[in-house]
């Protein structure tokens, strides 16, 4: 049977919808969501039943049950992401020959998801197309990521070993890494298992999978909404037989596909979490940290939220900080222009159209990068210009004619 297949049988067995005019079609990089004849706005176009979800609670469950009820206590002290993504691991640890236990019950789902070959985050860029992002933010966030998830693989083998050695042996760290790759490509918040869902992290909150919903790819400002519903006289907070549907306010023609709205992000979001990129992303940011502050300071295109730093930078320079004048504004817009240059500086340039070592959609994301970036940083040279140029203004204003070594 068809993974798109089999996954509509299951998922509609364990009761949830997919609406009867899409069509499931199989790519390269998954499944996507086909209208069959035009589908009217405000449809409800899948429901996922809360039962199905791969969270913490089906993941604690299903390993204790695995691994042995005294195994609970060390567990319980497990991460989210080990917790799931061990999960999802030991679904194929079992041979194809052997029966899979009743509590790992995502099997169909998991076969409809992109092969790792397809999986394309930064974790399976090869190491010269890794390379190729050195001197951006991407680089560092991407080699942070990859000592975390190790460091949890290593964890959760070793305490697996303790437990069974032949599944810790097909415990690989290929496979951790594939899970996880799949949890962050296709994660939604936890505080969407609420009775006002919303998209909106929180410090408590945490990744999970919803099955069926995550077959819905991204567009920009797509309008959805999020609706819960509860049997009738359910009052837990967490009811199994509530489902989470997604409704689309936009019709969508023959032919087209439909999809879900994942938010506003910038491209290093959307290239280390989910493997692809959007050209001239409206919502790109650098983020830019002053050495030994523990401020850090996202700033968007236009040198939209730069006031935040600015601010902090005046105040550093600043000999009484409730008495901030001229001279302190262009030393902060010097100091400032001069930090801007260097992440300028350390910029890469995008390797040759046909440079063998880097994979066509790697270049593209690595592009789209590096546009979002040079433009933000050339709306904050010109920014910190400004304000140079406001306090050479300022001190004129006190009959103060400012003179510059020329360098």
């Known amino acids: 049977m068809e993974p798109s297949s089999e996954l509509r049988r ?6 949830g919808f997919i609406h009867p005019l899409i069509s499931l079609s199989q790519g390269k990089f998954g499944l996507s969501a086909i209208a069959q004849d035009t589908i009217d706005a405000d449809t409800t176009i899948v429901s996922c039943p809360f039962s199905l979800a791969i969270d913490v609670e089906c993941s604690l469950h299903a390993l204790t049950a695995l691994f042995g009820e005294s195994t609970l206590v060390d567990l319980q002290s497990w991460l989210e992401r080990e917790l799931i993504c061990t999960y999802i691991c030991l679904h194929w640890i079992f041979p194809d020959s052997s029966p ?9 789902y998991l076969k409809s998801l992109p092969p790792p070959d397809a999986l394309l985050t930064p974790l399976q860029f090869t190491p010269s197309e890794l390379e190729a992002f050195r001197g951006t933010n991407l680089y560092g966030a991407t080699r942070d990521r990859q000592e975390c998830w190790s460091a949890e693989w290593n964890k959760c083998r070793t305490f697996i070993h303790a437990v069974n050695p032949d599944w ?22 936890s505080t969407l298992l609420s009775r006002s869902p919303t998209l909106q992290t929180t410090t408590s909150s945490y990744p999970f999978m919803l099955p069926g919903v995550d077959i819905l790819n991204h567009s920009r400002g797509q309008p959805v909404s999020w609706c819960t519903s509860y049997p009738e006289g359910s009052t837990e907070a967490r009811d199994d037989s509530a489902t989470i549907s997604i409704i689309s306010h936009t019709p969508t023609p023959l032919g087209e596909e439909v999809f879900n709205n994942y938010g506003l992000k ?7 979490g989910y493997g692809f990129s959007l050209p001239q992303n409206p919502d790109d940011k650098i983020t830019l940290q002053l ?4 401020n850090k300071w996202a700033i968007g295109r236009l040198a939209s939220g730069v006031e935040g730093l600015w601010n902090e930078v005046r105040r550093l320079v600043a000999e009484t900080p409730e008495e901030i004048g001229y001279e302190d504004d262009l030393e902060a817009a010097q100091l400032l222009l001069e930090m801007v240059q260097k992440k300028c500086d350390l910029l890469p340039d995008l390797p040759v159209e046909n440079d063998a070592g880097i994979r066509p959609a ?4 690595l592009k789209h990068y590096l546009e979002g970036q040079r433009d933000i940083l050339t709306s904050l040279k010109l920014h910190f210009e400004e304000r140079q140029e406001a306090a050479v203004e300022a001190a004129r204003d006190e009959d103060i004619e400012l003179v510059f070594d020329d360098e």
């Not at 899979?100 to 169909?108: G, N, S």
């Not at 050495?291 to 523990?294: A, E, K, L, N, R």
């Open 10 to 15: 299951w998922f509609t067995s364990y009761g």
């Open 100 to 108: 899979i236990p009743d509590v790992l019950r995502h099997l169909p």
């Open 168 to 189: 810790a042996e097909e415990y690989t760290w290929d496979r951790y890494l594939r899970a996880s790759t799949y949890l962050s490509t296709r994660a939604f918040p």
């Open 266 to 272: 910038a491209n290093d979001e959307l290239i280390l």
């Open 291 to 294: 050495g030994g502050s523990s």
């Open 362 to 365: 790697v270049r593209l994301m």
